[in-house]
Antibody, heavy 121, light 106 residues
C-alpha cells in the first residue's frame, strides 16, 4: 500500500525557517518524481515544487523560488522541503504528492495527509 | 505561466442532480488535464486524469471531457459524499497549475 506521511510542521515567526519531511513507503521511491503542494484555508491548492526521481531536476513556483529548497534521499525513501525567509502568506497545509507519468498524461496519484505550517509573530 | 480558470466558483445542488464544472486553460494543454476532489480534513483525491480517464476506484458517475483549452467535469447524479471542492490541474508545464476550485454545496 502506498503511503506518504508528512512531518515537521509547526509555528514559526516571519523570517524563520522550517524543514518538512515526507516519508514514503509501498512503492519504488526513486522511480517517481515527487511534489509539494500547499493549501491555504479558504483558498485553493497551489503547487510549490517538483523534484525528479533521481533528484537531479528541481522546479519551483515563483512565489517560493529562492526561499524554498526541495530535496530527496532515495536511500531513506524520503522527500524534504527546506523553507527559509518564511512569510505570513506561506501559512498553509503542505502536502507531498507522488507523480505518475504515463503515455497519456501526468498526474498526482497519491497524497499525504499534510503538515501544517503557521507563520506568525 | 499557464492560467487555469474554473467556473463556477461555487454551486448549490441537491442529491441526484447532474452537475457540470468547467475549466479553461490560457493556452492549449493537449490532454494534460486532471481533476481532483478535496473534502474538508482530507487529502485531495485524483478523480480523472488525461481529460477523461477515470482513476481506479472512482465511481462511474464522474466523467470528464474536453480538449485543447476547454474541459468539463460532470457528476451525473450527485451523492451526499460528493459535496466537496473540485480542482482542475494542468500538467503540461513543469510548474503544474491548479484551477481556483469549485465548491459544491447542498
Amino acid at each position: 500500500e502506498v503511503q506518504l506521511v508528512e512531518s515537521g510542521g509547526g509555528v514559526v515567526q516571519p523570517g524563520g525557517s522550517l524543514r518538512l519531511s515526507c516519508a514514503a513507503s509501498g512503492f519504488t521511491f526513486d522511480e517517481h518524481a515527487m511534489h509539494w503542494v500547499r493549501h491555504v484555508p479558504g483558498r485553493g491548492l497551489e503547487w510549490v515544487s517538483l523534484i525528479s526521481g533521481d533528484g537531479a531536476g528541481t522546479y519551483y513556483a515563483d512565489s517560493v523560488k529562492g526561499r524554498f529548497t526541495i530535496s530527496r534521499d532515495n536511500n531513506k525513501n524520503s522527500l524534504y522541503l527546506e523553507m527559509e525567509s518564511l512569510r505570513t502568506e506561506d501559512t498553509a497545509l503542505y502536502y507531498c504528492a507522488r507523480d505518475r507519468n504515463v503515455v497519456r498524461g501526468v498526474y498526482f496519484d497519491y497524497w499525504g495527509q499534510g503538515a501544517l505550517v503557521t507563520v506568525s509573530s | 505561466d499557464i492560467q487555469m480558470t474554473q467556473s463556477p466558483s461555487s454551486l448549490s445542488a441537491s442529491v441526484g442532480d447532474r452537475v457540470t464544472i468547467t475549466c479553461r486553460a490560457s493556452q492549449s494543454i493537449n490532454t494534460y488535464l486532471n481533476w481532483y476532489q478535496h473534502r474538508p480534513g482530507k487529502a485531495p483525491e485524483l478523480l480523472i486524469y488525461a481529460v477523461s480517464i477515470l482513476q481506479s476506484g472512482v465511481p462511474s458517475r464522474f466523467s470528464g471531457s474536453g480538449s485543447e483549452t476547454d474541459f468539463t467535469l460532470t457528476i451525473s447524479s450527485l451523492q451526499p459524499e460528493d459535496f466537496a471542492v473540485y480542482y482542475c490541474q494542468e500538467t503540461y508545464s513543469m510548474s503544474p497549475t491548479f484551477g481556483g476550485g469549485t465548491r459544491v454545496e447542498i
